[in-house]
């Protein structure tokens, strides 16, 4: 159903790119939140005259480096990818896998791991999209065990009001890792909200991510589908997470942030019960943004557990989120 969805998608950005390519007139969008209107421009010279690829005005919505890259490239058809690493801790840094305090199920091997996504922009703050995840675990051990997996589609938009900014997104997503098609795991949806309130006249603004994601299996629950460790029961039905933060804006371009990150689970068990929640354990982050363009965002952070604040527990990290075209 999903590789269907997503030929669907492939199929009306390239019918929409087709007609933009046809027309050369210039189009208006309107922007929630009392944003000035976006033109679309065409710059009949280099990539952008070959692939007739239009460019939409900057209205301005997204200022946060953070959600404005995130948000993807103005113009119409993009290619948009991200690019993390989980790396070792403090304490050995030559650590092959991160701390997994709570014993859920999961990849917590030291991994590369990141998204390449098709993105057609529908006016200056909506968009399609259409992508694959990419993992490659244990970049720097001498394996080889790379994979792309869990194939989406997605929808995106972004608002303005007044020093208030956001990003929505939603997901519908195949889900294709072993661990988990295993256990009758087939697909998925999600949604993510980013906001962030920048304080007048200072260099401080506030963030706060919030993210859901609900999974849908082929089969019920079996025995066989626990995991040996402090919770038996560790396949998550749907997760909720919220992620608090405060930002000090070196420039427009730079900040240093932190934040708490906080997140509940459903664990898939015989009884079905969905208004089980347990909750993992807090972590924090202390990181360094940079966005080198408005295309290109940089940050290296930092990891830790304020129950456990040892060298062992505290993981360096880097992620990238870039836009072609």
Same mark, same amino acid.
């Given at each position: 159903m999903i590789q269907s969805l997503m030929s669907l998608s492939v199929c009306l950005i390239v019918l929409n790119s087709g007609i933009a390519f046809a027309s050369d007139e210039v189009s208006n969008s309107s922007v929630s939140g009392g944003e000035v209107s976006g033109k679309t421009t065409y710059n009949p010279g280099g990539i952008d005259g070959i692939l007739g690829n239009r460019k939409f005005e900057d209205t301005r919505t997204l200022t946060d480096p953070a959600l404005r890259t995130s948000d993807g490239s103005l113009s119409r058809f993009s290619f948009k990818g991200s690019f993390g690493y989980s790396g070792p801790t403090f304490a050995d840094l030559s650590a092959q896998n991160q701390p997994n305090p709570d014993g859920t199920a999961g990849n917590y091997a030291q991994r590369m791991t990141g998204n390449a996504t098709a993105n057609y922009r529908l006016d200056a703050t909506h968009?399609?999209?259409?992508?694959?995840?990419?993992?490659l675990n244990y970049p720097f051990a001498g394996t080889n065990q790379y994979s792309t997996n869990n194939p989406f589609v997605g929808y995106s938009f972004a608002n303005r009001y007044d020093n /208030? @900014?956001?990003?929505?997104?939603? !997901?519908?997503i195949q889900a294709t890792i072993p661990n988990y098609t295993a256990i009758g795991e087939r697909a998925g %949806?999600?949604?993510? =909200?980013? /906001?962030? #309130? @920048?304080?007048?006249?200072?260099? /401080? $603004?506030?963030?706060?991510?919030?993210?859901a994601y609900y999974w849908m299996f082929s089969r019920g629950y079996q025995a066989t589908d626990?995991? $040996? =460790?402090?919770?038996? @029961?560790? %396949? @998550? !039905? #749907?997760?909720?997470g919220t992620q608090p933060g405060l930002k000090y804006l070196i420039s427009d371009n730079m900040n240093i942030y932190t934040n708490a990150s906080f997140q509940w689970f459903n664990p898939r068990g015989q009884s079905g019960d969905q208004a089980v929640l347990w909750n993992r354990s807090v972590s924090t982050a202390l990181g360094f943004g940079w966005a080198y363009s408005r295309d290109i965002y940089i940050s290296p952070y930092l990891i830790s557990y304020p129950n456990n604040m040892q060298a062992d527990q505290t993981t360096i990290n880097l992620s990238t989120t870039f836009s072609l075209l």
């Open positions: 968009n399609l999209s259409a992508g694959t995840g990419i993992t /208030l @900014q956001m990003r929505n997104s939603a !997901q519908l %949806v999600s949604w993510f =909200n980013g /906001l962030v #309130y @920048q304080f007048t006249a200072t260099k /401080l $603004a506030l963030s706060l991510d919030s993210t626990g995991f $040996a =460790n402090k919770r038996p @029961q560790t %396949v @998550q !039905q #749907y997760t909720i």
